[in-house]
Nanobody
Framework: QVQLVESGGGLVQAGGSLRLSCAAS????????MGWFRQAPGKEREFVAV????????SYADSVKGRFTISRDNAMDTVYLQMNSLKPEDTAVYYC????????????????????WGQGTQVTVSS
């Protein structure tokens, strides 16, 4: 499995921005679609954004559409999540995840299709 390490979380005021990074290692990065999920206290893990193996297709949860941008640098084996106009309800642990492409061009947004996960990074948005 691919190993994933997230960074970039922290405390930010509402309306601010953060950029999360996820460095991958151990496998060929372009064999994987990449996603970001989050889990707030007392809630289930939810989909945030996903990007396909070559960056040509992205998808977002309605709650973050227009505020968050997912991107990847295949030369650096890294996926990013740029988060703007942050809201207190964005507070959660954010997880990076990898899904083996298995011949699919478009990535899944289901957590069950992602076989590798990072340890998570805390994002806290104060009001």
């Amino acid at each position: 499995q691919v190993q994933l390490v997230e960074s970039g979380g922290g405390l930010v005021q509402a309306g601010g921005s953060l950029r999360l990074s996820c460095a991958a290692s151990g496998r060929t990065f372009t064999n994987y679609h990449m996603g970001w999920f989050r889990q707030a206290p007392g809630k289930e893990r939810e989909f945030v954004a996903v990007i396909n193996w070559n960056g040509g297709s992205t998808s977002y949860a309605d709650s973050v559409k227009g505020r968050f941008t997912i991107s990847r640098d295949n030369a650096m084996d890294t996926v990013y999540l740029q988060m703007n106009s942050l809201k207190p309800e964005d507070t959660a642990v954010y997880y990076c995840a990898a899904s083996y492409i298995r011949g699919r061009y478009y990535p899944s947004s289901s957590a069950a299709d992602f076989g590798s996960w990072g340890q998570g990074t805390q994002v806290t948005v104060s009001s």
